[in-house]
């Protein structure tokens, strides 16, 4: 209740990805993060402006309710960053990923705890995590799945080929719809992870 706000001590990004999108990860840098919130894509719902069930893309998880011009917002994003400033850790979530049968990797609402568990002890720098090509992801037995029936590949696996063609849509549709007004740090961060999955 300190009328001055409170720190922020971690970002989530999230989607409906049913494929190739693990549990959750956690971005390299501030810069990466905000990169991870443009490329941000989910299963239409309700609140967006399409209907059905195509995986489109949804930047900032507010695709309906971007005002003004998105380059712009992500400098505004990318500016909040300065020395001295301890930024806030960025992560994406992903609690609706489907195994092989079709079934949700994981089993959400009230187990999503176990997975917020992690991302505030990576707050507090603890090591529990190990580098991919999309950012830090939980090493093994550092999620707390007692009780739980779950296959950690299905919700943890990277598929190369489908990383692949995601990223490269994302490049494309970003500057399609930003072009020249993309700012230089995110288009490293989208090249940086497109090689990064090409080394796979």
Same mark, same amino acid.
């Given at each position: 209740?300190?009328?001055?706000?409170?720190?922020?001590?971690?970002?989530?990004?999230?989607?409906?990805?049913?494929?190739?999108?693990?549990?959750?990860?956690?971005?390299?840098?501030?810069?990466?993060?905000?990169?991870?919130?443009?490329?941000?894509?989910?299963?239409?719902?309700?609140?967006?402006?399409?209907?059905? =069930?195509?995986?489109?893309?949804?930047?900032? *998880?507010?695709?309906?309710? %971007? !005002? &003004?011009?998105?380059? $712009?917002?992500?400098?505004?994003?990318?500016?909040?960053?300065?020395?001295?400033?301890?930024?806030?850790?960025?992560?994406?979530?992903?609690?609706?990923?489907?195994?092989?049968?079709?079934?949700?990797?994981?089993?959400?609402?009230?187990?999503?705890?176990?997975?917020?568990?992690?991302?505030? =002890?990576?707050?507090?720098?603890?090591?529990? *995590?190990?580098?991919?090509? %999309? !950012? &830090?992801?939980?090493? $093994?037995?550092?999620?707390?799945?007692?009780?739980?029936?779950?296959?950690?590949?299905?919700?943890?696996?990277?598929?190369?080929?489908?990383?692949?063609?995601?990223?490269?849509?994302?490049?494309?549709?970003?500057?399609?719809?930003?072009?020249?007004?993309?700012?230089?740090?995110?288009?490293?961060?989208?090249?940086?992870?497109?090689?990064?999955?090409?080394?796979?």
């Amino acid at each position: 209740e300190d009328p001055k706000g409170v720190p922020v001590a971690a970002l989530m990004f999230g989607g409906r990805r049913p494929v190739g999108i693990p549990l959750i990860y956690q971005a390299y840098t501030w810069a990466h993060g905000v990169m991870i919130g443009a490329q941000v894509k989910s299963e239409a719902t309700a609140a967006a402006e399409f209907k059905g =069930r195509q995986v489109m893309h949804d930047p900032m *998880a507010m695709r309906p309710f %971007l !005002g &003004y011009n998105f380059g $712009k917002y992500l400098e505004h994003w990318l500016m909040l960053e300065q020395p001295g400033r301890k930024m806030p850790k960025i992560f994406h979530v992903n609690w609706f990923r489907l195994d092989k049968c079709g079934r949700f990797a994981w089993p959400g609402f009230g187990d999503n705890v176990r997975v917020i568990d992690w991302a505030l =002890r990576r707050c507090d720098n603890e090591d529990c *995590a190990v580098e991919s090509a %999309l !950012g &830090y992801l939980p090493t $093994k037995g550092s999620l707390n799945l007692s009780g739980l029936n779950v296959d950690w590949d299905a919700m943890f696996s990277l598929p190369k080929e489908y990383l692949l063609e995601d990223i490269e849509e994302t490049i494309k549709f970003l500057d399609d719809q930003v072009g020249s007004d993309l700012p230089q740090a995110i288009k490293k961060e989208l090249d940086d992870q497109l090689h990064r999955i090409q080394k796979m």
